[in-house]
């Protein structure tokens, strides 16, 4: 054999053999993971909904992938602490972030952003879509919506209302209710409504809007005022409740989907793998029940997929920026 035709045929062999080994090794991989505990970071801080959410989940998940899930709490910014975080974190299918509309409306409201929600990301799945309630101190001087509209009209920025930062679904909910109020309200900022709900319990603060995965133990124990829910029909759940649309805000509708991001660059085998723990987990019957309770709603199987996520997300972030804009609520 001619020595360029032997040269041919061992280049092809040691290409075939590498190619051989790399499967052998990817599947090896696949296989194996996890091997560690996962981190699932989320953006706010412990005790909100965002975190009742993360942990309910995250026991359900540790169970089917044999490793722990961690739940870490990166707090600040409205969550864009901790999706930046994430962007920046090792792909290497260890690192998850679950956050909610925050990542479609963080672009419009933040001038300076480092990171791209739509670029830096490798998507999982949707999760779970979540009811908003607007919550009142036990003791405010408002029984009912229509008496609500009387006070902040009346009382202005002398209402404090409390949020969980610029990009949180709780200070969205808020600039939209203050809008369709036509009332303004003094704006106070914690690292999530966990905190934020124990201001408004001693007192600290007059109202919220939250949602029902936090409120609803609080709102059944008649310790803070319930004024409106903010989805567009009743919820099962609090069937007593109208609606905010009900009441005066004619298509007001505010629901906080969430979905679970990837720093970009992660295997293919890990996504695959934590997303099928995860859906598994929405389908353990404790798992639903709890989030059922809770007023938790499960997307339909479509949207729990990596392309789900995805779409959902282009599509939302195009119809947030100019609801945003128009509220005029930046960041610098
Ligand atoms: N979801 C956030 C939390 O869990 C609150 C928010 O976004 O308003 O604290």
């Known amino acids: 054999m001619a020595p360029n035709q032997n040269l041919k045929w061992k280049t092809a062999f040691f290409t075939m053999a590498g190619w051989a080994l790399a499967c052998t090794a990817s599947t090896a991989w696949s296989q194996a993971y996890p091997t560690k505990p996962i981190t699932l970071v989320v953006p706010f801080a412990a005790g909100g909904p965002t975190d009742v959410v993360a942990r309910t989940l995250g026991a359900a998940m540790t169970r089917t ?71 009142g101190r036990k003791d405010l001087p408002a029984k009912d919506f229509k008496e609500l509209m009387a006070y902040a009209k009346a009382n202005g920025d002398k209402i404090n209302l409390a949020h969980a930062g610029l990009g949180a679904v709780s200070h969205l909910c808020g600039v939209l209710l203050r809008q369709a109020m036509g009332v303004s309200m003094t704006t106070v900022p914690y690292q999530g409504t966990g905190p934020a709900m124990n201001a408004l319990l001693a007192g600290q603060v007059d109202l919220l809007c939250d949602q029902t995965t936090s409120t609803t133990p609080y709102i059944k124990a008649g310790s803070i005022k319930l004024y409106g829910v903010t989805t567009a029909s009743r919820l099962k759940t609090l069937p007593d409740t109208p609606t905010l649309a009900e009441q005066g805000l004619k298509d007001f509708q505010v629901v906080v989907w969430h979905g679970i991001y990837a720093p970009k660059g992660t295997p293919k085998e890990a996504v695959d793998k934590f997303g099928a723990a995860l859906r598994t987990a929405l389908k353990d019957p404790a798992v639903a029940q709890r989030l059922a309770e809770l007023g938790a709603i499960v997307p339909p199987d479509a949207k729990l997929t990596p392309a789900g996520l995805q779409s959902w997300l282009q599509q939302e972030s195009a119809r947030y920026e100019p609801v945003i804009k128009a509220a005029g609520q930046f960041a610098d």
């Open 65 to 135: 992938l044999g490793q722990t899930v961690v739940v870490e709490n990166k707090t600040g910014a409205g969550g864009t602490i901790a999706a930046a975080y994430t962007a920046r974190a090792t792909p290497d299918g260890y690192t998850f972030l679950i956050h909610h509309n925050g990542m479609a409306t963080a672009p419009a409201l933040y001038r300076k952003l480092n990171y791209k929600p739509l670029a830096d990301f490798d998507y999982v799945s949707q999760v779970i879509d979540v009811p908003m309630t607007v919550v």
